[in-house]
């Protein structure tokens, strides 16, 4: 199975910037859609962003629309989450996914592989 590695998490201040990595260990990850997710404390974990296989096809939720961006380097195994305008409410581990299927998707089901996650702080 696919290892995911997620990399770029920190503590920044309200209004600031992140970028966040995934790497993955089987280069089969640029056959397939993948997605970032987030965790706060005592929430449960909720979608952030997804991209098709392509990278042509994405998906955000309503609260990060218009400040976060996600993208994939398929040469590199990589994909990547640009976060700006953070706020507070952005604070969370972030978890790097992939599903077996080159389509994209938004929900946790849909997906088959998952990164240890990083943490986010975002102080106000």
């Known amino acids: 199975q696919v290892q995911l590695v997620e990399s770029g998490g920190g503590l920044v201040q309200a209004g600031g910037s992140l970028r966040l990595s995934c790497a993955a260990s089987?280069?089969?990850?640029?056959?397939?859609?993948t997605g970032w997710f987030r965790q706060a404390p005592g929430k449960e974990r909720e979608f952030v962003a997804a991209?098709?296989?392509?990278?042509?096809?994405?998906r955000y939720a309503d609260s990060v629309k218009g400040r976060f961006s996600i993208s994939r380097d398929n040469a590199k195994n990589m994909q990547y989450l640009q976060m700006n305008s953070l706020k507070p409410e952005d604070t969370a581990v972030y978890y790097c996914a992939m599903r077996q299927n080159p389509d994209v998707a938004t929900g946790q089901a849909d997906f088959d592989s998952w990164g240890q996650g990083t943490q986010v702080t975002v102080s106000s």
């Open positions: 991209i098709s296989w392509s990278g042509v096809i994405t």
């Open positions: 089987e280069h089969t990850f640029t056959l397939y859609a």
